[in-house]
């Protein structure tokens, strides 16, 4: 009788409490004055603090004052008024006392507390707020190092009728992540969707996309984007910027574009960003026609390019070496009336002007940027610098870092990297060293793009092991290595033939999430055809694509002559075809070696029928010097064969050329046919 008192007393007062919180605090208050769990004694305290509650000032402020005792309120206490709560007041009566509850040490971390609250709502088949217990069950265990014990019980509790919902997925995913535990967010994914009956939305693919992004492994984020492409569901522009600019730092422009395409054929209606983003990783990859063509889309969608897509564009245009239609585009944003220049299109055109060593018309926009009121960064000023220590005018640099001090414009470690490795190209080395000290003394510290100049200049000495000295400074120090980096070292192993070293290097530079760039697979294709190894040298050529690397005409020579050497003349003969058909025009050398393989296997005909593919020029270049070079090795006949070749489509003959025939006749007694392949030159040409 007195228990069901006591419960309609609780049920009556509880739902007057949820809307008043000086009457929660009262009731807390009686309960934490009890020495039983919900005794008979409560009714008169909890009566009597009800019939308390304030109806004026005064009171409210004599009840304010009133201080919860939770020291005297037991685990079994707290466990048993949540169960009651739930039972007789509901599940918002119930959840107002666990939250309260659990803003308290003592209740945080004691887990039977969440248990019981989380299987009273399940009863009451509110599986909502069972998750909401189980949510605030993992943040709290997750805060002392008891993660996977939470979460353990979370799946115990499905067993136990809980309807684990997709917000449960999410959070547990969530503080996991935080945690750098990112592989167990993945685990739970799993679990969850597979065993728990989860289904995924966008907020747990994000989750992962995002953490996947900061640790820049883009191969695991390009496997969940997969997932949530498959999934159709539809990004949000945040994470499109997110995906874009995640792919374009890594070299993958190309997979960046597709998403980008994929994104808006399932609904994503893109920004402003979206599309500046974008169009700044076309321009960076050099991909300036496909960036005006993004613009032209963006354009007839409503959005007008701002200060910062004009500043992508020209940055673009002046890596291709169009800097005057940069300048164009630059006038056009100085007569704009809704957008200026700001100091990085400045820097962006005057960087271009440096590149094509138009230094007076860089130094031209320096003073213009002054008299247009925008203060030269550190990285204008490096950018100058760096322009006048390629072309040796080291005066004048000397002279910019002293006015960068002037204008408190300090130069930073990128101003001395820039010094430094000008300094070591023109053979300073010992000036260069100097002025790094200087700047390290002064409080700078040293960069992977610094410890990079100093490894490439030991590298350039052959210097091995003093470069791997610093390299092995760097990772003691924790500065980690970038792709340009491992690509010196991969090199410089290459040319002494220590491919072990390269792969070694080659794997470790996968195994830290950088992707091979084109410098790399053909430092390591030439390593391992001038190793002789054309097994792996064909490997790694054929791998280029896996990361998105198109070879050069530098991989095709490299590969096409090592196959040369091996008498792999079919299988150079189709590379050679391969690159020509994808319009790469294979260098002198590459052209020579295979023409003369050929015609020192007696195939004079084939050699004849792969130099017709060139145009004139190239054709007749090519077929001199290889007269001279089937000259030298005594091969008249063959030489004589390509002479008439030559006369034919251009009379004009070199002369260097007719005298090495001349020469290569007469020490081979072949006087006639002097004789006769000079009658077949045209009169007063030659």
Request: with cysteine.
């Amino acid at each position: 009788m007195a228990s069901s008192l006591i419960c309609r007393s609780l049920e009556n007062k509880l739902l007057l409490l949820l809307l008043s919180s000086t009457s929660r605090r009262t009731l807390f208050a009686c309960i934490s004055s009890s020495t039983s769990p919900l005794s008979y004694n409560n009714e008169d305290s909890i009566r009597s603090s009800y019939y308390e509650q304030p109806n004026s000032s005064s009171s409210s402020t004599s009840t304010s004052s009133k201080k919860l005792d939770v020291d005297s309120l037991t685990h079994d206490q707290a466990i048993t008024t949540v169960a009651s709560l739930a039972s007789q007041a509901g599940s918002m009566a119930s959840l107002t006392f666990f939250n309260y509850a659990i803003g308290f040490p003592k209740f945080r971390h004691f887990m039977r507390f969440y248990i019981v609250t989380a299987s009273c709502f399940i009863t009451n088949r509110n599986s909502e707020r069972a998750n909401d217990v189980m949510q605030s069950m993992v943040k709290s265990f997750a805060e002392i190092g008891r993660l996977y014990e939470a979460v353990g019980m979370v799946m115990e509790m499905k067993l136990h009728g809980l309807v684990l919902s997709v917000k449960t997925l999410t959070c547990v995913m969530d503080v996991a992540c935080e945690m750098g535990l990112v592989h167990y967010a993945e685990k739970v994914f799993d679990e969850m969707c597979n065993r728990g009956g989860v289904v995924p939305d966008f907020s747990c693919y994000k989750l992962m996309v995002v953490a996947y992004c900061r640790m820049e492994r883009v191969s695991d984020m390009d496997r969940w984007l997969s997932d949530l492409v498959a999934s159709g569901l539809v990004v949000d522009n945040a994470t499109c910027t997110l995906i874009v600019h995640a792919f374009c730092e890594k070299g993958l422009v190309n997979k960046a574009y597709w998403y980008f395409n994929k994104m808006v054929d399932m609904g994503l209606k893109p920004n402003l960003i979206n599309f500046t983003c974008l169009i700044d990783g076309l321009c960076k990859r050099g991909s300036i026609k496909q960036a005006f063509e993004v613009l032209e889309g963006m354009v007839r969608q409503g959005w007008k390019p701002n200060v910062y897509t004009h500043t992508s564009l020209i940055n673009g245009l002046c890596k291709k070496g169009w800097t005057e239609k940069a300048f164009r585009l630059f006038l056009k944003l100085v007569r704009s009336e809704n957008y200026k220049p700001n100091v990085h299109t400045y820097t962006a055109i005057i960087n271009g002007y440096c590149k094509e060593e138009k230094l007076n018309r860089a130094e031209m926009l320096l003073n213009r940027m002054r008299e247009q009121g925008l203060v030269p960064n550190t990285n204008t000023y490096t950018t100058l610098i760096n322009g006048h220590c390629k072309s040796g005018n080291f005066e004048r640099v000397y002279e910019l870092m002293d006015l960068m001090g002037n204008e408190k414009c300090i130069p930073n470690i990128y101003t001395y990297n820039v010094v430094v490795d000008g300094l070591c190209k023109k053979c300073r080395t010992s000036e260069a060293f100097k002025l790094l000290r200087k700047g390290l003394s002064s409080g700078l510290l040293a960069d992977s793009v610094t410890y990079t100049v100093l490894i490439s200049e030991y590298c350039k000495r052959a210097d091995i092991n003093e470069a791997l000295a610093i390299f092995g400074k760097m990772a003691k120090i924790g500065i980690r290595p970038d792709i340009y980096l491992y690509n010196t070292l991969i090199a410089a192993f290459c040319r002494q033939k220590k491919m072990k070293e390269s792969e070694k290097f080659f794997d470790e530079a996968l195994k830290s999430g950088f992707v091979p760039t084109k410098e790399t697979y053909t430092s390591m294709v030439c390593g391992f055809c001038r190793d002789g190894n054309m097994t792996m040298a064909l490997k790694f050529f054929f791998k280029m694509g896996d990361h998105g690397c198109v070879p050069d005409s530098l991989t095709y020579g490299a590969i096409i002559s090592g196959l040369c050497k091996n008498s792999r003349l079919d299988k150079a003969c189709d590379l050679y075809e391969a690159m020509m058909e994808k319009g790469i025009i294979p260098s002198e050398v590459t052209r020579l070696t295979l023409a003369y393989e050929y015609c020192k296997s007696g195939d004079s005909a084939t050699a004849i029928i792969l130099l017709e593919r060139l145009d004139k020029k190239l054709w007749v270049r090519t077929v001199n010097t290889l007269i001279r070079k089937l000259c030298s090795e005594k091969k008249v006949g063959m030489a004589a064969l390509f002479f008439r070749k030559l006369v034919d489509k251009d009379p004009n003959v070199d002369r260097v050329t007719s005298t090495a025939l001349t020469t290569a006749c007469y020490e081979s007694n072949k006087y006639a046919l002097v004789s006769e392949l000079f009658e077949s030159i045209p009169k007063g040409v030659g």
